[in-house]
Structure formats: C-alpha cells, structure tokens
C-alpha cells in the first residue's frame, strides 16, 4: 500500500500524474488522508476517488488537545504539524504489511520495478550518513530516541516502513520522553527548532528507530559523506541505488513536464512500448543518455557516486541494471498516457515560489531560503536538447527547445 499523508491538497497535477504512469497498479492502493472537520477535504476527496488513480480516501480526525500541533516553526505551521502526526499513525488507515510513505509533493520519475522497493523480502531504505551531531533535523531525532541520529532519510520515495514498527514508534518516544500520552511526546519533539540542526523530520525519527531495533529486517543504503567510515564507506550500507521519486518542490512548471517526459522516453525504449515506433536510432540515443534524475536528489546537480566501490557502483552501470528490470516488468501504460504526456507546462504548479517564512530566525530564514533555491541551482542535463528532439519522435509530441 502507498500512504500520502495530507494536509490541505494533494497535488492533482503532477503528484497524480506521475503515479499513473509509473507506479504499477499491482502494487497496492494509493491511501491518502484528508482532515475530517473541513468540508472541502471531503469534496476534494471525492474527486481523488473518481480520477486515476482512484486514491483510497480516509478522513483523520483532530487530537483531543489543541496544542498538540505547536506550529510557530519557520515556513511550517500547524498543518505541517498535522501531517507529521498523520505518518506516526498511518497503521490505523491500512492494514498492508509495508507502507511506502510519499510526501504531498512527490514526482514519481521512472517505471517503479519490485528491485527499487525491496531486496529480497526486505524493503530498501536509502538516505545519507550523517555521523557529525548537528545534521539536519539531528537534535529532535536524538530527542524523540534518546539514541543519536544515524542517518538522515529524506532522502528517496517512497519511503518503505512495516506497518508494526509505527505502534513501536510511539511507545519509544513516550517512554523516552518520560510523558503518558503520544500527543505529549509529539508536541515536544515538534516544538524543537535548533538554530544548528533545524526542526524535526518524522522520517529521521521513524527510520533511526529501525536501524536501532530493526537492522536486519531492511536493505540499507546510506550515502557516504566525508566523514563515513568502516561500514558507512567500505560497501556495507553505502553502496547506491537508483531513485525513482523526487520532491517536486524547488521546480518550475517546465522542469516538470522535462522530469515526466524524460521518465516516459527511457522507461518506453526499455519497455518496447513507446506511443511511437522505436527506430534503431532512436534506441541508440537514449541508451547513450544519462538519467541523472535517478541518483541526484532533489535537482542539486550532486550524482550519488561512491567511486571507492568501483564501476558497479556508479550510474551508468545503475542505470542500465535499472533499465533491465523495467524491461522484464513489462509495464503497460495508462489509457491516458497520451494525455499525460500531452499536459503543456502551465498544467502544471510552479513549487519554485517559497512558501510563508512567518516565524523564521534569521539563521533559519537563510537556511530555509537555500533550500528553495533549486530550481535556479540546478543545471540543466547536457544533451537535454537531444533528449527531447528524441523524446517528441517516440512520444510523437512536438516539445519546443528551451529558451534559455
């Protein structure tokens, strides 16, 4: 099952879009969360229902105690709050073994194959090794564990948790808090706002707790930084993995049709299925093409290469292991693949607008604002201008040049 816990509107757009193309039905439902007190969550919800693809809707009702959700953190309020609290408690909206969590503002990239979820019958989980105290959203991690923060795992979708874990989850933090209730412990964790380590991630705290307790349950991919060593560096945990999903926040408008297009052409050639004939040509091109999208998260231009691990770890030899398995899935396309694909640019949200800085220290507001920076950060792809020339003949949607 695919849980996306909701505040507000799940992006109709590109959120619903790239799930019909890429997400195999046979993988489960699509579970998404809406605030039970709001009439327009409910009208909203019924239209996730009667689209593609046809979303189980539940309705989550608001703590006993208002002050559960502090809110008051820098571009994050209550409703941010909110949908931290809904992940916690996502075992009572579905009864899958696995969950795998999405953010409201997830873009699926490329086909999903069972190789990019799990390793045998373990779900793979990937993230980045964070062995110095003050990475991101450490200091509430440690707080929520009373362990430190191992790794920091906002870093892929979806996010792959065993729906046992949540329940042990709570009870962790409620005895590692010293309170009586959930909604105690959460409110403390989520008032943290650190001016070195930031906020709070419910990812970091829920998957810390796995590695803890759960180690052996789970294929782990960490990336290695600087400081890794020993297993976080020599093959053990940090060998890379392609990406199938990333945050759409930082892109504009057009940088998403590229995303959803690209994703389209590589999987289609794999696949043998384009809307138009393949040519050998054709074929040739984008196999020489890189998909940097699948080992660089979130637009930064930084590849996931651990070149002490050799050739097997690198993209190309990652991406083409990633193509095959796309090719032995033998995915078919949605009837609306045409008009998926068809979508012009203004269909789409521009999530390169920063959101509400109310509430932002200085230090945050400057942190908060580099990470919204991506889309004027991020380098287009070289030979982007031959991708989408091949691109258009196998979709056989004209795709005009860039203006840059």
């Given amino acids: 099952a695919v849980f996306s816990g909701v505040n507000g509107a799940f992006s109709l757009s590109f959120g619903l879009v790239s799930m019909n193309l890429f997400w195999p039905k046979s993988y489960g439902e699509l579970v998404v969360v809406l605030d039970d007190e709001r009439a327009p969550e409910h009208s909203f919800g019924h239209s996730l229902t009667s689209a593609p693809p046809f979303a189980t809707v539940v309705y989550e009702k608001l703590p006993e105690d208002p002050a559960t959700f502090p809110g008051g953190i820098c571009g994050r309020g209550q409703g941010y709050d909110r949908q931290q609290w809904s992940r916690f408690w996502a075992d009572n909206h579905t009864d899958a073994e696995v969950i795998g969590f999405l953010d409201n503002d997830c873009l699926f990239t490329t086909v ?5 979820l799990f390793r045998g019958q373990k779900p793979i989980i990937i993230g980045k090794h964070t062995p110095h ?16 923060q191992v790794a920091d795992f906002m870093f892929n979708f979806p996010i792959m948790v065993k729906r046992s874990v949540l329940r042990e989850v709570r009870e962790h933090m409620m005895q590692c808090l010293k309170v009586r209730t959930f909604a105690e412990a959460f409110r403390i964790v989520a008032s943290t ?21 759960h180690r052996d349950e789970y294929d782990w991919h960490l990336q290695a930084v600087q400081a890794s060593s020993g297993v ?12 199938v999903a990333t945050h759409a926040r930082g892109l504009t408008s057009r940088n998403i049709t ?16 384009c809307l138009q004939k393949s040519t050998p040509a054709t074929i040739s091109t984008m196999h020489a093409l890189k998909h940097y999208i699948l080992f660089n998260w979130e637009h930064t231009g930084h590849l996931w290469i651990e070149r002490q691990l050799g050739d097997s770890a690198h993209p190309r030899y990652l991406q083409a292991w990633h193509y095959t398995n796309v090719s032995a899935l033998g995915h078919r396309w949605a009837p609306t693949v045409e008009a998926d694909l068809g979508h012009e640019e203004r269909y789409f949200p521009d999530c390169s607008i920063p959101p509400d800085r109310t509430g932002c220290r200085v230090y945050n507001q400057r942190q908060h604002m580099k990470s919204l920076q991506r889309s004027s950060l991020w380098q287009w792809e070289h030979g982007q201008e031959k991708l989408k020339a091949t691109c258009s003949q196998l979709m056989g949607i004209a795709w005009p040049p860039s203006k840059h």
């Fill in 258 to 273: 590229f995303y959803l297009r690209q994703g389209y052409c590589f999987s289609c050639v794999a696949l043998g299925n």
């Fill in 133 to 148: 105290r003050k990475a991101r959203w450490s200091l509430a991690t440690q707080k929520a564990l009373c362990a430190p």
């Fill in 232 to 243: 976080f560096s020599d093959g053990t945990y940090n060998r890379p993995i392609a990406r």
């Fill in 112 to 116: 999903v194959t069972p190789a990019n």
């Fill in 193 to 213: 706002n650190d001016p070195s380590t930031g906020t709070y991630g419910e990812f970091n705290i829920i998957l810390n707790y796995m590695w803890y307790h």
